[in-house]
Every structure is written in structure tokens, then in C-alpha cells.
């Protein structure tokens, strides 16, 4: 009975927790195609659909050479503070007003993924 009542205790807590049920690359994945992909695409390339509104490329997630210069902390800065905040681009949006930092770190090894994928 007592298991019972913690588990009622801890139900609120669970259901509204921002935990992840799913690795972080695979909860990353899903925010990447939501929230990314209009302009780096869904692989990853940097040719969404939304590149020929912008003056500048979007990079290329999946140049091993390119995600391999970029340190994680870096990654995370640009997607939370935007292009600007780094010095890149100012047309790479600020996400850190809609993303939690747990969001934002699923991202960032998610992005990590796809350079380490096979060429198609």
C-alpha cells in the first residue's frame, strides 16, 4: 500500500517532467526535424526547403570535417544564442528562448550523428 501511495505522490511529477523517454540523439532528432529542417534539411545538408530566403548557406551538418572543428559547448552556444551570438550569422535564430537546455543538448547529439552516418 505504501509503494501505491508513493507512486500517486510521484505520478504529477512524472507526467509533467521534460525528461526524456528516448536517448538524447533520438528526442534530439525529433526537435531537429521541427525546428531545423526547414533550413539545414532533413538530413542535415544545409538544403531545406527555406534556403532561398537566406543570403547565407546553412551548414552542412553532415561534413565530418566541418562537425568535427566544432566543439559541442560551440554547437549548444549557437543554437541557444543564435548565429549573432557567436559571431555567425545573424539569420541562424536564437533557440534558447523556446528550448530547454536538455532539448537543446538532445540537439546538439543529434547534429552529432549525422556527420558520423555513411555517405549516401
Known amino acids: 500500500m505504501r ?3 508513493a507512486v500517486f505522490l510521484l505520478l504529477p511529477v512524472l507526467l509533467t517532467a521534460r ?10 532528432r525529433e526537435l531537429y526535424l521541427e525546428n531545423c529542417a526547414s533550413c ?3 538530413e542535415g545538408r544545409g538544403d531545406g526547403p527555406g534556403i532561398g530566403a537566406l543570403p547565407v548557406k546553412p551548414a552542412n551538418h553532415t561534413d565530418p570535417a ?3 572543428a566544432r566543439t559541442d559547448e560551440y554547437l549548444f552556444n549557437v543554437i541557444a544564442e543564435g548565429g549573432a551570438g557567436v559571431g555567425r550569422s545573424p539569420f541562424m535564430p536564437a533557440w534558447g528562448g523556446q528550448l530547454t537546455e ?4 538532445s540537439l546538439v547529439a543529434y547534429i552529432r550523428t549525422l556527420s558520423a ?4
Open 40 to 42: 539545414h534539411g532533413s
Open 3 to 5: 509503494d501505491r501511495a
Open 117 to 120: 552516418r555513411p555517405k549516401k
Open 19 to 28: 525528461v526524456p523517454l528516448c536517448d538524447a540523439s533520438e528526442a534530439g
Open 102 to 105: 536538455p532539448q537543446i543538448s
Open 66 to 68: 566541418v562537425m568535427s
